[in-house]
């Protein structure tokens, strides 16, 4: 669950900024697909607030829809 809530410490200024922001992406995507798979309810409200986030709404959401089926 914190996976979930972590933020990118990317320095744009830095060599491949973009690709390390789009691996934590990546990185945060995963863990909403693994709360989904571990089948655990205590990440509903985490699930939930990371479906507000633009990039882990499709992950989270599917996670989501596993933990309430």
Do not use: M, W
């Amino acid at each position: 669950c914190k996976a979930l809530k972590e933020q990118p410490d990317v320095n744009p200024a830095l060599p491949y900024a973009a690709e390390r922001k789009a691996q934590h992406d990546a990185f945060r995507r995963a863990a909403a697909t693994a709360l989904g798979a571990i089948g655990d309810a205590s990440a509903v409200p985490d699930l939930e607030a990371a479906a507000e986030v633009d990039i882990l709404r499709e992950a989270a959401g599917a996670a989501l829809a596993k933990l309430r089926s």
